[in-house]
């Protein structure tokens, strides 16, 4: 039985902090204590302990460091307490995109900190294969508060696969994430995030990424299975001229899932360029699809996209794209879709012989594919597998 | 090989085809005529099975089975295939997709693009940005992988130039074994506005439909020069 009552949506954060006890309190875990059921839940999000195809590993399971390594010089890996310690308390980039004091989950992060990780490329360094990062929690009814800060110093390319998970059989969880992410002159950062939550799990990440000239951001948001509540709104500013910043997501809600995402791009940068692209299915779960997009320089480019598939009678999907232009010379558009799979969508495939489920179920595949134009093969092959993971036991 | 007695049919509570009858015997290849709006597309809708198309009268017999009320996939599957005039973009599904879906997952697909030099848009995503002539080749070419014993063509010539009339065209012929004079198994029944098509595949017998009905068959040539010399005001005066 959940010892945590399933029937919280109506409490206030104070309230919902207050159900959970501190991951410092649980078990850290070493990475030669995961079991087998442990590693297929890491693999199904994104996290392979056994690929040869990533650079490094950050596994945080609890509030412990379970694994930190990387084999490549160019790239500094370590855990944040670390990092805070070898320099100087990270004054520079702690709490500088995100304020501590936003909400209460931002301040229980300031004060109680568990761990998190502190990626760093030097300058000029450019690695195809990624780095992974699995914040992991094992145990009943923990609150894990993590803040990762990760800087891509200037011409630098670096691609992370970040698997946030928790057991198959836990009951509860709570996992905040305070993440700020600096993209330096000519920087190039990509970054995929596949969520593998409990069904009874709550998710507060609180991002803040700028983006200097010339600078790249790339997000992929994977969430295909149930979760209780997710609330996140990643905020990008580009800040530099020509910068880009682009967000794609995959959002799947089961029944009983309410998750609340979005993204936010703040174009400061003189000819910057915003994409964000969400494809949301409700499965009977609510799903809240935001995009909000501040054209302030000129020249700049900006564009929205939204679809919503309805797969049952019941659940929510509620698209709220916003566009807000400060200077006239702007290029801001938007478009949102929300609706059943169409029939002759269906009946197309029925035609070349597939019944009415399989014709379904190619659709739906095809509406999650996510596909993210101008990746290296290699770094596109290990989201492509990442995410034919995610989606086996659909 | 397909038998249509009296058969009646209304869209959206609207009567389209009213009282059709035709017969089309293996191996053969039949043109349908008529203007616009006359319920051409309706009858190959219809005979495909798909929803909206309801049979208040009538029967369609393929393969001696009874189909009229036959789920798609399963006429699919007993060997109709249908090029859409319109069809969907499926947004994530590439043509590679739809070709294994076509050919029950074997690789004939490929191999068949490769030999209609349409191997670029195996990744693509089916239909999407995809030209008249590029949705008419994709059409086709799932037709070939599903590889149907009767072919239905919804005007496969509108939108094509010149130049890809010819590939199309060879690619209907293939589809119904025209090289093949003795012993031809597949049947077929086109749409077709402009008759072009009769340039590069011909045809055994042609209809003229005219409000729901048909006014006329026969030998698809002599109907077509009638039609281009007197219109089909001149079809409807022969049935009065």
């Known amino acids: 039985m959940p010892s945590i009552d399933t029937n919280s949506a109506n409490l206030s954060d104070k309230e919902l902090l207050q159900q959970f006890k501190p991951a410092s309190?649980?078990?850290?875990?070493?990475?030669?204590?995961?079991?087998?059921?442990?590693?297929?839940?890491?693999?199904?999000?994104?996290?392979?302990?056994?690929?040869?195809?990533?650079?490094?590993?950050?596994?945080?399971?609890?509030?412990?460091?379970?694994?930190?390594?990387?084999?490549?010089?160019?790239?500094?890996?370590?855990?944040?307490?670390?990092?805070?310690?070898?320099?100087?308390?990270?004054?520079?980039?702690?709490?500088?995109?995100?304020?501590?004091?936003?909400?209460?989950?931002?301040?229980?992060?300031?004060?109680?900190?568990?761990?998190?990780?502190?990626?760093?490329?030097?300058?000029?360094?450019?690695?195809?294969?990624?780095?992974?990062?699995?914040?992991?929690?094992?145990?009943?009814?923990?609150?894990?508060?993590?803040?990762?800060?990760?800087?891509?110093?200037?011409?630098?390319?670096?691609?992370?696969?970040?698997?946030?998970?928790?057991?198959?059989?836990?009951?509860?969880?709570?996992?905040?994430?305070?993440?700020?992410?600096?993209?330096?002159?000519?920087?190039?950062?990509?970054?995929?995030?596949?969520?593998?939550?409990?069904?009874?799990?709550?998710?507060?990440?609180?991002?803040?990424?700028?983006?200097?000239d010339e600078g790249v951001f790339v997000s992929n948001y994977v969430s295909l299975k149930g979760v209780k509540s997710v609330q996140a709104f990643p905020t990008a500013t580009l800040a530099g001229k020509n910068s880009t910043a682009r967000f794609?997501?995959?959002?799947?809600?089961?029944?009983?899932?309410?998750?609340?995402?979005?993204?936010?791009?703040?174009?400061?940068?003189?000819?910057?360029?915003?994409?964000?692209?969400?494809?949301?299915?409700?499965?009977?779960?609510?799903?809240?699809?935001?995009?909000?997009?501040?054209?302030?320089?000129?020249?700049?480019?900006?564009?929205?996209?939204?679809?919503?598939?309805?797969?049952?009678?019941?659940?929510?999907?509620?698209?709220?794209?916003?566009?807000?232009?400060?200077?006239?010379?702007?290029?801001?558009?938007?478009?949102?879709?929300?609706?059943?799979?169409a029939k002759d969508e269906i009946e197309y495939l029925m035609a070349r012989g597939l019944d009415e489920e399989e014709a379904t179920s190619t659709i739906v595949r095809g509406f999650l594919n996510v596909k993210i134009d101008g990746l290296p093969k290699e770094l596109d092959d290990e989201i492509q597998k990442a995410v034919a993971e995610c989606q086996k036991g659909m | 090989m397909l038998k249509i007695e009296d058969l009646w049919v209304d869209v959206h509570g609207k009567e389209v085809l009213r009282g059709i009858n035709m017969e089309i015997g293996q191996g053969e290849t039949h043109c349908l005529f008529g203007k616009n709006g006359s319920g051409k597309t309706t009858l190959l809708m219809t005979l495909m099975g798909f929803d909206g198309y309801r049979v208040k009268h009538g029967k369609i017999t393929f393969k001696g089975e009874d189909i009229t009320n036959m789920p798609v996939h399963e006429r699919a599957k007993l060997g109709i295939g249908m090029a859409f005039q319109r069809p969907p973009t499926l947004r994530g599904v590439k043509l590679r997709n739809m070709l294994a879906v076509a050919s029950g997952n074997d690789d004939t697909g490929g191999q068949l693009a490769a030999f209609y030099g349409f191997e670029r848009f195996l990744d693509r995503e089916v239909n999407y940005g995809f030209s008249g002539g590029e949705i008419k080749k994709s059409e086709l070419l799932q037709l070939l992988a599903q590889d149907p014993d009767l072919t239905l063509l919804d005007e496969p010539e509108s939108g094509v130039d010149i130049e890809n009339l010819n590939v199309i065209g060879d690619m209907i012929r293939k589809l119904l074994q025209k090289d093949i004079h003795r012993g031809r198994k597949k049947s077929g029944l086109i749409i077709t506005h402009t008759g072009f098509i009769l340039n590069y595949v011909t045809a055994d017998k042609g209809h003229v439909m005219l409000n729901g009905q048909i006014y006329c068959s026969g030998n698809p040539l002599e109907i077509f020069e009638g039609i281009q010399k007197y219109g089909y005001q001149e079809c409807a005066k022969c049935r009065l």
């Open chain 1, 248 to 341: 794609n997501s995959v959002i799947v809600a089961p029944e009983g899932s309410d998750i609340d995402t979005g993204s936010r791009v703040i174009l400061e940068g003189e000819g910057s360029k915003a994409e964000i692209i969400s494809r949301t299915i409700s499965y009977g779960g609510r799903v809240v699809a935001r995009g909000h997009l501040v054209g302030k320089a000129k020249n700049i480019k900006a564009h929205l996209e939204c679809q919503g598939l309805m797969l049952t009678e019941t659940g929510v999907i509620h698209a709220i794209p916003e566009l807000e232009a400060h200077v006239a010379d702007v290029d801001m558009s938007h478009e949102a879709a929300v609706g059943r799979i």
């Open chain 1, 25 to 212: 309190e649980a078990e850290a875990v070493d990475v030669n204590q995961l079991d087998e059921e442990d590693k297929l839940r890491l693999k199904q999000s994104g996290v392979d302990l056994e690929s040869a195809n990533r650079i490094g590993t950050f596994l945080q399971t609890n509030c412990g460091v379970s694994k930190c390594d990387c084999s490549i010089k160019g790239v500094e890996l370590l855990p944040i307490t670390e990092a805070m310690k070898k320099y100087n308390g990270l004054e520079e980039y702690r709490w500088k995109l995100v304020d501590p004091n936003k909400d209460e989950f931002t301040r229980e992060t300031a004060e109680h900190l568990d761990n998190g990780y502190f990626i760093r490329a030097l300058p000029g360094e450019k690695v195809v294969y990624p780095v992974q990062a699995c914040l992991y929690i094992r145990s009943d009814d923990v609150a894990q508060r993590v803040h990762n800060i990760v800087v891509a110093e200037e011409g630098s390319e670096l691609h992370i696969i970040t698997g946030c998970a928790t057991h198959p059989n836990l009951t509860s969880g709570l996992h905040i994430g305070v993440s700020e992410f600096y993209i330096k002159k000519g920087a190039t950062l990509i970054f995929t995030m596949v969520h593998n939550w409990g069904e009874n799990v709550y998710v507060r990440p609180r991002t803040g990424i700028r983006v200097e």
